[in-house]
């Protein structure tokens, strides 16, 4: 059996035992093993053996992922490949010889600071003034909204005279969000935001449907960005060298592989939209907001919030009670 007709029964089967997000996260996943094999020749999924496993290991941490992802796409491939062994097409015992990596929780640890996207804001203000990428870092850096989200947006729901937008869990055509109908909400936007996207939509926004005839709010010439492009997206626009011109790791620019677009997660100083996320919500705290509107807006639990998103040193929160508590330098 070819590897991508192995794939398809195997997800057919387990879309009505888990939810949209995981169906979604375990096809995503597959999708790479699958191109992964056509790259490598294999032709028949009973082929594949404990060094192909590895192959495709170093293959994906070469793509320049962090281990926490490294260590879901082979958490996924394990489970598929004991569905392989359960259908007789792949040699008992070969998913638990996988060895996964230690997630070191770098993605959780990953964020940028308020001054470089203030710096990072500057650059698309004056260069790249209300374009899609534009667009997609105001919203992301105002909203703390996961990457799903923003790519299940529409033009519709943005309500530019009121100042917010609405998140809608749409899982029939096409944009579940990760906590489902829960996560269904209206977002305040800051009146500067609002001016932003209402350009972008006048200007820099293309005029197109997607596959299920819904208008998207970021768009590209296609139809709905995919998840991939808004996240080299940000992968680009966060490098030193596209907002500075200088970089900071004491490489030549020229010759640095990751200036070319599709390696720009090689960059050390390049993050993920979820980084963005994090620091956006760190920001929040730091500005003194509650954490349960914090965790209402940014659709998180108070428990997740402390554990994943809070990014803020100790000192920093010593900074901040203090000015809470009102606690002047007179009062020592």
Known sequence: MKPERAVERYLKERRPEVAESTYYNHKSALDQFVSWCIEEDIDDISQIDGFHVHDFKLYRRDQGINEVTLYNNLSTLRVFIRWLESMGLAESGLAEGIVLPNPDDDARDEMISEEIANRILDYLEKFEYATARHALFVLLWDTGFRIGTVRALDLGDYHPDEHYIEVAHRPETGTPLKNGDEAEREINLHQWVCELLSDYIKVHREEVTDVNGRAPLLTTKH???????????????????????????????????????????????????HAIRRSAITKWLN????????????NVSPKTLNKHYDGRTKSEKRTLRREMFNMGDENY
Request: charged share 25%; net charge negative.
């Open 287 to 298: 500005d003194g907001h509650q954490k349960e509107l914090i965790g209402d807006r940014m």
């Open 223 to 273: 139809g709905r960005a995919a998840k991939t492009t808004l996240r080299m997206q940000i992968n680009s626009l966060t490098r030193p060298c596209e907002y500075t011109g200088d970089c900071p790791h004491g490489r030549e620019i020229s010759d640095c592989e990751a200036t070319e677009y599709q390696y720009s997660q090689r960059c050390p100083s390049s993050v993920s939209p």
